[in-house]
Structure formats: C-alpha cells, structure tokens
C-alpha cells in the first residue's frame, strides 16, 4: 500500500478543519473587502482572456484602469442596493446561485451599456479595449463571487461529514461497480445509518487508484488484510451481486482472519430493480458461498411464453411456488392464481404480491410492466372436485406444480401420505389440467426420484410418471423438472443447523461423507422458468447442479459464518444414516437417455415416455386404496414393482421373516402384478 496516500489522506483531513475554522468566522464585511479586491482584477484577466494572453500593458494600462473603476462602481452599487451582503453564504443553496446570476446579469448590462455610452462620449478614453470586455469580465466577476461564496459551503460540509465519520463505523466496500458505488451514495446522503464509505476494493485493473464519488480505490483483493490495518476498518460490505461463491468465501475468510465480520448485498436474483440501499444490506449466509456464476436465461423467451396468460401455481406458498409467484410476477402474467393447502402461507406471498403492485402503482418502483391479477385459492390438490372449482372459475392457461410432501424420513413413516399428495394429488391435477383443456403443465420434481430408496423419492417417481403419460396421451406440453436440495428451503439442512447453531449446538450430521446437490431457491426457479418454454411434450428436463457438497461441509462453514469454531464452540456430532436415506444422489434414471438442451444448465431425457409402464393406471388406482386402508406394506410392494430400483428396505427386512407376510412379497411378473396379488388388511 503507497504509504504517501495515507499521509495525504490525513493532511487534507487537517488542513479542511483548519480552512473551516477560518470561513466560519469571516462576516459580510470581510465578504466586501473580498469582492473589491476580486472586482480589480477581473478586468484584466477579461482583458487577457480575450487577446489570447498576448497584451501589451502599456497599450492598454489607462483605459483599462477606467474600466476597472466602472465596472466595480457598478457592481459595488448593484450589490450593495440589492442587499447582497445581508445574506448568511453557510447554508447557500441553489436558490443563491440563481440569485447571484440575476444580479450578473443585470450588472453586465449596466456596465455595458456605459461602456459604449462612455466610449462613444469620449472617443479615447476606452476606444483600445474591445467591445466584448464588460460581457466577458461580468462572467469572470459572477463565476468568481459564486465559487468564494460556495467554498464555505462545501468546505462546511466537508468537514461536518469528518465530525460525524469519527461517530460512524469505518466501512470498507469490496466491489466499485454500480452497486458499490449506489451503496457508497447512500452512505453519503444518510450519516444517520452510522457507516462510513472510506474506501472501494476491486479486481479491475482499470480501477486501481481512481476516486469514485469522492472514495478512493484503494486495490485489489490482495490488499484488503492491509487495508483493514491501516485505515482501522470496522466493517466490510461485499457488493458484488453476480460474483461466484468462492470469491466470496476467499474474502469471508480474509476478513474473519483479521476479526471483522463482512456482511453484503442480496445476489442479482433477489434485487427486483437496480436499486441498491442500505437497508439492502444483510449478513453472509450459505447460499452466498455456494453461488455459482449468474445464470442467463432467455427472458424474453420466458416473458413471451407467460405474458397475457393466466398462470396457477400449486403449493403457491412453499419455497419453490413462493419464488415462482415472485419471478412469473416479472413476466407479464394476466393473472395468477395462488392455490395452496396451508393458508398462512398462501397469505404470506399474496401480501408481498399486493405490496409490491401498490409500491408499482404509487411510483415508488421504477418498473414498465403490466400489472397481474392476484388471486388466492385455499384448496387440498388431494381434492379433485375443489380443483375443479378453481379451474371452472378461473380458466388457467399454464400450471407450475410445486405442492408436494418432500420431508424424506417422515415420509417413510407416512407412506400413505406420500401417495395421497405426491401421486394421486398430481394424478388429480392433470385430469382437472386435460378436462378444462389446459396446454401447459410444469411439475416440479426431485433428483431423489432417480433409483430412489425412499417413499418420497419413488412416489414423486410415479408422479414424473404420470405426468409423462398424460403428454403421451394428450399431445399437450406436459413436462417434469427435476432438481436437488435447494438451500433454505422450509425443513431443510440449512434452517435445521442454523437453530441447532443458535441453540449452542452440537450439529447432528447424520454421515461423514453424506453428500447433496445444492441450489439456492430462485436459481432452481430461474431454472425452471427456463425448462418450461424449452421442454417439448412428454419430456423430463434436468438441472444441472454442479457439483456436489459435503454436508458435514456445509455444518462446518455455517459455524465459521456465525462467528464460532468447528468442535470448539460447537460440536458435530454424526448419528447415522436415516430410514431411506443414502449417501450420494444419483442424476440418471437405469434406460434413461440424457442429451443436452439449448441451454447449458438443462438436461433433456430423450426417451422419458417410453419408459412409463403399460400397467401404471391400474396400479395407481390401487396404490389410492392401499394408501385410503394405510397399508404400508402393500404401499412399498406396488412402489417396488412400479419403480426400477426401488428396494425398501421395509420388504428386505421382511424378505426372511414371517412366512405369512412373505407370501404377499413372492416375485412376479410385472404383467401379472395386478392379478396375483391382494392387499393386506392393517
């Protein structure tokens, strides 16, 4: 770091007091003296303006020396009749500059006019001096008299924000981008937030040692450790809204490592515009350090495909459907339709909704867009005739279906439950979606229904299934999306840990080398979005995830995050697998063939829909009464015969046990499933 900034840093600090100090005492007479002495030399300087700087004194010196008497007589008693020196210049605004030029102006055509009367009364008394002299030097004199009057002001001001900076934390921005500097503004325009932009941070060379409003660029990400040191730094702020994950964490680490905790703006997927505030500002949180680079997407193509249509979102108030509300928001919808089983929930995103379109409308966000109907529809999908309702009176034109049970080790205690929503609640959907005509249909599914071992893995299985079937049948754009974990969605890893954190731990991994695929909720949507104007009918698309991560990973960074020390302050403590758990997510489907679509984040299953069993209705139906009986074993029997590579490990315990239970799990054929088998009574 070039120690010689620093010390002129603070040079200009103290030479700004003592400046201050100074022009608050001078009064309106000292203001006088100032101008006479101003108004003597103008004129020459006009004069040497207006030659190019090539005057000959003694040609000019008499002549002159009348035209600097008149034009300070005239300013003199212009000023002085207008009461220019009643005025208190610390607070000068814009209002004063006004009123200085109205005062020139009428100054300049006093002089002027004089001059030439002057000139053409005495023919030789002002005949050398150019005719453009009392225009020219008039300018001078109010450019003169506006910068001395304003320099209070400015220096004021300068030196009030070094007063209130000693008060306010030292703030260091990582980032001198458009959000960085917007956040740097704010800063400047509300000292009442307590934080102080001393300097940017930024990897662009072109960057380097530049000043932004007024804010030095002080290096690159290798210098921010000294920085930190030298300019006693108290607080970081990344804002960097696209920037990957690993960045992030290089600079999360950095800053821990010299005990100052960063905090930083929302990723590019949560600002809804471009505006950054402080009031933006929150802590590090997981899904920073797994940000991956921004997703591009074909917007356009989205917002076409959406645009003026009526669009229903099942499970409206979970993670997922409250995001796809959020980003189909954006699109241009005629109306959506808000449909989920918990009301709170459903509530809780039509209020943001509502919110957000009252904001629009009073002009407080800057967004050209035409605005959707909202409308809320409290309903059970496991309901078919209440379905029925909702697309009689609203007539949707494309379905996202985002309701289902996905909590893994309750529903393997539920398995009924499973069934009911997860498959005969989608089942209901695409007949109510085929009744009333409706050609697009979305269903969000999961990465653990490929080669599942769970109940919820192998029943959202069935449910791709389905919605294969109904493409195939229909001809209509009938598509399953597939993804991973996505962070910081209800019951997942990431809320769990952060309440054991808070709870003074220890975090319960349930495996040392347990991994998941991860996205961050409006990454997976974006997604989404994308796979619906891309998938053609009776097609499974897959997310690319990137890699994947390491729970125990995961628990260890979230500690770091919160200030603590892995196994110092909070424990890990491992506690084994959970029933239908395992330890990697597979991707592919054993006969699936997977190409690449358009977009290098989607997968494509070629043959999705010829791989759907001939016997699926009829097993369907049956699973829907062994679900209404809560038949557990009969349940896992049909999933197993319905789902390749599904082995519960219900049946395996089962497989050398009790002779009698056994002789409902004797191997047959899939053709013959239906008719060799009968359901166990509970």
């Not at 300049?108 to 150019?130: A, C, E, W």
């Not at 306010?168 to 500097?181: C, D, K, N, P, T």
């Not at 003026?308 to 954006?330: A, D, H, M, P, Y």
């Amino acid at each position: 770091m070039n120690i010689l900034f620093f010390l002129s840093h603070f040079t200009v600090q103290k030479t700004i007091k003592t400046l201050s100090n100074q022009l608050s005492k001078v009064r309106n007479r000292h203001w006088f003296i100032f101008d006479i002495t101003i108004f003597a030399m103008t004129p020459l300087l006009a004069l040497s303006l207006r030659l190019d700087g090539d005057i000959n004194l003694q040609e000019y010196i008499s002549q002159l020396e009348v035209a600097t008497i008149l034009f300070l007589v005239v300013k003199l008693i212009v000023f002085w009749g207008c009461g220019f020196y009643k005025r208190y210049w610390r607070y000068a605004s814009i209002e004063e500059v006004i009123y200085i030029v109205m005062l020139m102006t009428g100054v300049i055509v006093i002089q002027t006019t004089l001059f030439n009367i002057l000139d053409k009364t005495f023919n030789m008394l002002l005949s050398n001096l150019p005719q453009s002299l009392p225009i020219l030097e008039g300018i001078l004199s109010g450019i003169c008299v506006i910068a001395l009057r304003f320099s209070v002001r400015v220096v004021e001001r300068v030196n009030h924000r070094q007063k209130i900076s000693k008060h306010r934390e030292r703030v260091l921005i990582i980032g001198a981008g458009s959000a960085g500097v917007s956040l740097a503004e704010d800063m400047q325009r509300n000292p009442q937030f307590g934080v102080y932009p001393v300097g940017f941070i930024d990897d662009a060379i072109k960057k380097q040692h530049i000043h932004l409003r007024g804010i030095p660029v002080l290096g690159d990400r290798s210098k921010i450790s000294e920085v930190i040191k030298t300019l006693k730094i108290q607080k970081i702020i990344i804002a960097m809204p696209t920037v990957s994950g690993q960045i992030i964490r290089e600079i999360v680490d950095i800053c821990q490592a010299n005990g100052v905790q960063p905090s930083t703006l929302p990723g590019i997927h949560e600002i809804l515009n471009s505006r950054v505030r402080l009031d933006s500002i929150r802590d590090i949180k997981i899904e920073d350090l797994l940000r991956r680079e921004p997703i591009h997407i074909d917007i356009k193509r989205v917002s076409t495909f959406i645009k003026n249509k009526t669009v229903l979102i099942t499970g409206s108030g979970g993670s997922i459907g409250s995001e796809l509300c959020r980003q189909i928001f954006r699109c241009h919808p005629a109306k959506i339709i808000l449909i989920g089983h918990g009301e709170n929930s459903v509530f809780n995103i039509q209020q943001e909704l509502e919110q957000l379109i009252q904001i629009i409308n009073n002009g407080k966000l800057a967004i050209n867009i035409p605005l959707p109907q909202i409308y809320t529809f409290i309903a059970d999908i496991r309901v078919k005739s209440r379905l029925e309702h909702a697309f009689e009176r609203f007539k949707p034109d494309v379905i996202f279906h985002a309701a289902a049970h996905k909590h893994v080790p309750l529903m393997e205690l539920n398995p009924a439950e499973a069934i009911t929503n997860n498959v005969i609640g989608t089942r209901n959907l695409l007949q109510v979606a085929l009744q009333y005509n409706v050609e697009h249909f979305v269903m969000i599914s999961t990465d653990k229904a490929v080669n599942p071992t769970n109940v919820m893995g192998a029943s959202k299985r069935v449910a791709e299934m389905l919605v294969l079937q109904a493409a195939k049948q229909s001809g209509k754009s009938y598509v399953a999306v597939r993804f991973g974990n996505v962070l910081g969605s209800r019951g997942s890893v990431v809320p769990t840990f952060q309440k054991q954190i808070l709870a003074g731990g220890p975090i319960t991994v349930t495996h040392p080398d347990i991994c998941r695929y991860f996205m961050t909720i409006p990454e997976a949507v974006q997604l989404v979005l994308q796979a619906s104007v891309l998938g053609r009918s009776g097609e499974v698309l897959m997310l690319n995830m990137g890699e994947p991560v390491k729970i125990v990973d995961l628990a260890k960074e979230l500690i770091h995050l919160s200030g603590y020390e892995v196994n110092k302050d909070i424990d890990i403590v491992f506690t084994g697998l959970r029933p239908g758990e395992k330890l990697f997510e597979e991707l592919f489907v054993e006969g699936e063939e997977y190409e690449k679509t358009e977009h290098e984040k989607l997968l494509v299953v070629k043959n999705a829909s010829q791989i759907i069993p001939s016997y699926l209705d009829m097993t369907v139906e049956t699973l829907l009464g062994a679900a209404a009986k809560n038949d557990t074993p009969y349940i896992m029997l049909l999933l197993s015969q319905l789902v390749a590579g599904y082995k519960p490990k219900y049946l395996e315990k089962n497989g050398s046990g009790d002779t009698e239970i056994n002789t409902v799990f004797i191997p047959i054929s899939n053709s013959n499933i239906l008719a060799n088998t009968e359901p166990q009574g509970v």
